[in-house]
């Protein structure tokens, strides 16, 4: 009966349980709510499991299309549909939101419902942006996700929390306005449409193409973030709740870096091969820049906020190397840095939530009290420093491949993340963990509990499953990328 | 059974020991956890006996065992090569893996972390063990990665020392940077073979044998040899070759077994299976070898220097692994890679075996490691003592023993090769040999010769003070002597035994390669006339006379007239220092590296993020539109006659310019 709309499912469903859980009003009904947002979480995971199974890794075309008008005037369709970079990302939000419904189980205890309200609209918005066909309708996602993530570390985040807040919803929006007057352009150069695939068709010239470049560069290089544009960052995670946390790193910056593969390369494929030399030197410095200033960090939150800033680095590099290694090495990376990212804000969380303090120095010895986090914390960060049979591994080791294929020097400059990621994920792991007890209070802390397991249990299959055998993914990826890549490589002067 | 799962057995029986002791390990025991690793690991030997069989008769396998990845016509596989190198190295690795899981029972009984113990041991066997039955680039570096996981944690084992979890992260950093060069020599294999299996790129080597890259212009480099170069920072990495030796001294935080098996036997040694396993490519560029020689002679000489000055009996085992590691690396230069490999095999039994026996000795001295608080330990343990003795005379190259093959054979190769640099190289494993004998029988008088001077000790430091300090020394329980007697008959006879099919026989086959207009075995060949007249031929030798010359030394230094050493030292205290503070590389690294990076790091975060993004950038726009926004309030007063006058104003002056347009 849904065979026709699962996207609209996959979007809707969400959403309506926030609604849902909304609905169950004030915190007296907090059991209710929690409850009620599981089961709209994991209903809106399993209304998404289609598009896998029903997958066609052979075709490059949009799949499980859907098209409407919505508002002819402006020739707006409700048009989604998914390809094979669409469609991991999906399954990974969908996936990460029934997580962060767990995650917030018993920590949140103030204004529960609105709390889990928030991650469930705003997992809706983003399966929105994924699926998105027509330029308005991604526009609308776009910034509607922006909303619920305000509000979650706005609300439930810090004590600096309402400067974080400003500053990530300014940062982004900033450059989202620019992406709005792009986009308004291109309605009217390709003859009024807001047709994402029609654009990609439209010819362009170069100085068109060249003020457009920078304009989606801007809006989409906030999110990734790139640097320099990534101070927001650090804070934004510093604030944010741990749920916050996990839904920023793991899925609102794949979101500025789905922004290059949907608009950037395929709409402006000259600009791209002129300004590749541009990213590529900003995504070096975010690896190499940043993987620095990463070192130094005391608070542990602010640490692997610095690592995802490197780390998608990798992503934006691997675009610009424009062949399939590179590519997919980044929509890997994406995909891994999901899991990883997830899973070490986790434990951030789950020694937070113990300790009630995020800085290095008031840990050490952990792993005297706390053995079986201890073992899961080390894995997560293995994983984070690239060692290989977890998922860092392959999207880094696949973009330095490609890098190399390019530009040797590239690939010596990414390569560094081999020391400077194992130096300050292991060095962070090293004080927190290792040792003996100093502080009185971590020797009152537990071992993690069954949910915390479950939690992190899950994301520790992810990591070695995908790091053991990646070829479902790629699998997934390779023809749609081989395709944009066909696409990209042809000029669209006029 | 058919092979192929005889293949697949060898590696994830260890595995299953691993994973059922460390996930289980306390739900199960300690005994059955021990059991459990040890059927592993022994299953895994027995089988690697079966292949090895196999493969003398002539079955050669290179197969798949999955996919990992597919990129259009690019196939990255997990997949296994069975030849003769691989199933040599099968033999060392389950070998001595077996030995030590057996005297780990004896020597981490009193350990709380017994069952992790067992389970890090057999997942290092299992990674030991991807890492030498791969057929491609990609799960060899899987390999090279996980045993340097598992080396860390290990190292870091008793995670509460300080100076233990210090060393695992210098481990760890220190073979990323040789990890760093080897994945960009990886990248240059992928990007100009297109793929990165083994037999592929062997095979096409040849063609690519003049292709020249340029990493700056007008500089071509070949790229044999900048891929041989980038490959070899991977090693010198996996296998301390200076600079980046400095993580092995420290590694002897570890538990003793691990010293044997992963800083001696094995691990280390990952770094010279990969060179000669990459023969095809280093044939081709003399420049890439003449590197490694270089590099190899340095570490064979100047890191025996530094296990004379060393008092920690597990320190002094660990130089001398260093200069040996240093010998093989010279014999790969040379184009001996069968040499270095074989080098490789009599070592690890030898080296295991001084270990163990180091362990049995540190058991026995209730964990005090100090050669100056032993002495006289003969009688009480006689087993170790002999066993160290069989070591030691091994190592040195005594005629007849293990040691002595391998290294006197090193020695002759680096005599024949003809590369530029093979006279200096000559010189340094020469005079390595006179060294190496002094501070091993330095080692082996003070500990088990001379005066009684263990109830001096002036603390038991480890990880155990078992309130009995001060007792008499006894020898150790069977599980500990076991294996350091199984361990002795490899160091006695293996050389005499195999140097004949290794090294001048076709047991290698197509599994090393050298070119033709490297000689040096095929001179070798003619040289050699058997084992027997080998080790008697040697007395003639220089070699030979070093080596007495240093055990003699070190008698009468050691035995006889202690205050020699002692007036040497202080005659040439700064030498003396120098070496002491092993030519201060520890101070420099962790000046420039980690000080370096964190000052640099902090002043990117304080100056770039803070002050110039944030500060200039963010925050300054902010302010800018708040002052900005000052000026337009000023305008908005709130009285209406304000906002008539300006209205009016407006209207005047739109008047007027319109007027001035018609």
Known sequence: ?494 | MDMQTLYLIVPLAPLFGAIVAGLFGRVIGRSLSHIVTIAGVAVSFIASVLIFQDVLAGHTYNGTVYTWMVLGDLRLEVGFLIDSLTTMMMLVVTFVSLMVHIYTIGYMQDDPGYQRFFSYISLFTFSMLMLVMSNNFLQLFFGWEAVGLVSYLLIGFWYTRETAIYANLKAFLVNRVGDFGFILGIGLVLAHFGTLDYATVFAKAPQLARETITLWPDTPWKLMTVIGILLFIGAMGKSAQFPLHVWLPDSMEGPTPISALIHAATMVTAGIFMVARMSPLYELSEVALSFIMVIGAITALFMGFLGIVQNDIKRVVAYSTLSQLGYMTVALGASAYSVAVFHLMTHAFFKALLFLAAGSVIIAVHHNQDIRYMGGLKKYMPITWITSLIGSLALIGTPFLSGFYSKETIIEAVKLSHLPVADLAYWAVLIGVFVTAFYSFRMYFLVFHGKERFHHAPHSHGHGDHGHHGGTPHETPWVVTGPLLALALPSLAIGYMTIEPMLFGDFFGNAIYVADRHPVMHELNQEFHGAVAMALHAVTTLPFWLAAAGVGLSAFFYLKRPDIPAAIQKRFSFIHGMLVNKYWFDEFYSTVFAKGARLLGGSLWRRGDQAVIDGLIVNGSAHLVERLSRLVKAFQSGYIYHYAFAMLIGVFALVTWFARLT
């Open chain 1, 1 to 494: 009966m849904f065979g026709q709309s699962i996207l609209s499912l996959v979007i809707w469903v969400p959403i309506l349980a926030g609604v849902a859980v909304l609905a169950t009003g004030s915190d007296r009904n907090a059991a209710l709510a929690r409850w009620v947002a599981l089961a709209g979480a994991l209903l809106g995971l399993i209304v998404a499991l289609p598009l896998v199974s029903d997958f066609n890794t052979a075709t490059s075309s949009m799949q499980f299309v859907e098209k409407a008008a919505w508002i002819p005037a402006f020739n707006v369709h409700y048009h989604l549909g998914v390809d094979g970079i669409s469609m991991p990302l999906i399954l990974l939000n969908s996936f990460i939101t029934v997580l962060v419904v767990i995650a917030g189980w018993q920590v949140i205890q103030d204004k529960v419902a609105q709390y889990m309200a928030a991650f469930l609209i705003m997992s809706g918005l983003i399966n929105g942006v994924f699926a998105a066909l027509d330029g308005i309708l991604f526009y609308v996602f776009f910034e509607g996700m922006l909303i619920p993530l305000y509000l979650i570390v706005g609300v439930w985040g810090g004590p600096n929390r309402v400067y974080a807040a400003f500053k990530f919803f300014l940062y982004t929006l900033l450059g989202s306005l620019l992406m709005l007057v792009s986009m308004i352009y291109l309605y009217f150069q390709s003859g009024g449409s807001f047709d994402i695939q029609t654009w990609h068709a439209t010819a362009l010239g170069m100085t068109a193409q060249t003020l457009m470049f920078f304009a989606f560069l801007l809006a989409f290089g906030v999110k990734v973030p790139m640097w320099p544009v990534h101070t927001w960052l650090p804070d934004a995670h510093v604030e944010a709740p741990t749920g916050g946390s996990v839904v920023l790193a793991a899925i609102t910056l794949k979101v500025g870096a789905y922004g290059f593969l949907r608009f950037i390369l395929p709409i402006l494929p000259d600009a791209s091969h002129e300004f590749a030399w541009f990213v590529i030197m900003l995504s070096l410095i975010a690896v190499a820049y940043i993987g620095l200033v990463a070192l130094v960090q005391a608070d542990m939150k602010k640490l692997i906020a610095y690592s995802s800033i490197a780390h998608m680095g990798f992503v934006t590099l691997g675009f610009f190397m424009f062949n399939p290694m590179g590519v997919e090495g980044g929509l890997v990376q994406m995909i891994s840095h999901g899991f990883v990212s997830a899973a070490l804000f986790l434990c951030i969380g789950v020694m937070y939530d113990r300790l009630h303090s995020r800085q290095i120095k008031d840990y050490g010895g952990l792993v005297n009290r706390m053995p079986v986090f201890a073992a899961f914390f080390m894995l997560f960060a293995m994983a984070n420093a690239g060692l290989p049979a977890t998922s860092g591994f392959v999207g880094e080791f696949m973009v330095i491949m490609a890098a190399v294929k390019v530009n040797f020097w590239f690939a010596f400059v990414a390569a560094t993340t081999l020391i400077f990621g194992a130096a300050y994920t292991l060095w962070m792991y090293k004080r927190v963990v290792f040792g003996s007890v100093t502080n009185p209070h971590v020797e009152d802390m537990h071992d993690v509990n069954a949910r915390e397991i479950l939690l992190l249990g899950v994301l520790a299959v992810c990591v070695l499953a995908m790091g053991l055998y990646p070829r479902p993914f790629t699998d997934v990826m390779h023809v749609s990328v081989v395709d944009l890549l066909a696409h990209v490589a042809q000029s669209k002067l006029p």
